[in-house]
């Protein structure tokens, strides 16, 4: 499933053709993907203007002038490719692939969006465990997908002094309690593993037992992990493409996720990446330097 840097990639490249941008037309292919549609989504979407598109842990949220926000969540499979021709391949950093006359026209092409850009962006989703809704913009943090969901891992609340009250007596390992999103929204399995091999942690270690002194190392991997994926456009193990089509390249970093039985990446460290399963999730570290 796409982690917050995938998301994240995604939304630098639906901004240049979202944000500020009006939907010319929207069409659906079914009627639900994970849930069905909201009724009249096509209506309440046709002619309305997208004045901020933003993330929130691993949902893209496009706000309305409406009042109400289009959410968007990308499931297992779902992938969001940009479509443009003249002048609408200029926009962004992104080289968006040119229109074709099938474009949309897919088997698993569910929902089309044209925009203003002008730009045709097709969601795709084989699986169909993505989802669409549409809820009021000032009641989003109230809404069941939103309630309780932690601080964002990039953001200025997520610090040392946060993450200390945030673990204070929590008895579950260090990965588990990094994982719920009551606690950080946005962080998946890939990321905490790299994070925590990044600042030296056994995801093995009880929570209550991370001490004060690794505390700030812990809160910098994490936002390092989080900005270098980002940067190098999200890691592609299955699914996941940037809107451009392209793959996301941070897979190729990975120090220990998906890596059992490599040696470690750290300098003069001599260790074996071991695999285990916590919560039923593949976990990966290194034994030796990772305390």
């Not at 842990?57 to 968007?72: F, M, P, R």
């Not at 992104?94 to 044209?114: P, S």
Request: charged share 30%.
């Amino acid at each position: 499933m796409p982690e917050l840097p995938e998301v994240e990639t995604v939304r630098l490249g639906l901004k240049p053709v979202l944000e500020g941008r009006q939907f010319t037309q929207v069409k659906t292919r079914r009627g639900d993907l994970r849930v069905p549609f909201p009724s009249g989504f096509e209506t309440r979407l046709s002619g309305r203007k997208v004045n901020r598109l933003r993330r929130r842990a691993k949902y893209l949220v496009a706000d309305l002038d409406s009042g109400e926000s289009l959410v968007i969540h990308l499931g297992m499979s779902g992938r969001m490719t940009v479509y443009a021709s003249g002048a609408g391949r200029k926009i962004g950093s992104y080289v968006h692939d040119v229109g074709e006359a099938d474009a949309g026209h897919g088997k698993h092409d569910h929902v089309i969006l044209e925009t203003d850009a002008p730009a045709m962006i097709v969601f795709t989703d084989h699986r169909r465990f993505g989802l669409m809704i549409l809820v009021e913009t000032d009641q989003l943090d109230s809404h069941p997908l939103f309630k309780g969901l932690g601080p964002e891992p990039l953001s200025d609340e997520f610090d040392v002094t946060f993450l200390k009250k945030a673990l204070k007596g929590k008895k579950t390992p260090i990965k588990s309690a990094l994982l719920d999103q009551r606690v950080i929204a946005g962080l998946g399995n890939i990321y905490v593993c790299e994070a925590l091999w990044r600042a030296k942690i056994s995801p093995k270690r009880l929570a209550k037992r991370v001490t004060p002194q690794t505390m700030a190392p812990l809160v910098k991997a994490i936002k390092a992990v989080l900005a270098d994926a980002i940067k190098a456009g999200g890691s592609s193990l299955r699914d996941h493409k940037r809107v451009d089509g392209e793959l996301g390249y941070f897979q190729k970093s990975f120090a220990v996720y998906d890596r059992a039985g490599k040696s470690c990446s750290r300098k003069d460290c001599g260790g074996t990446v071991k695999r285990i399963v916590q919560a039923g999730r593949s976990t990966f570290y290194c034994p030796t330097c990772q305390k």
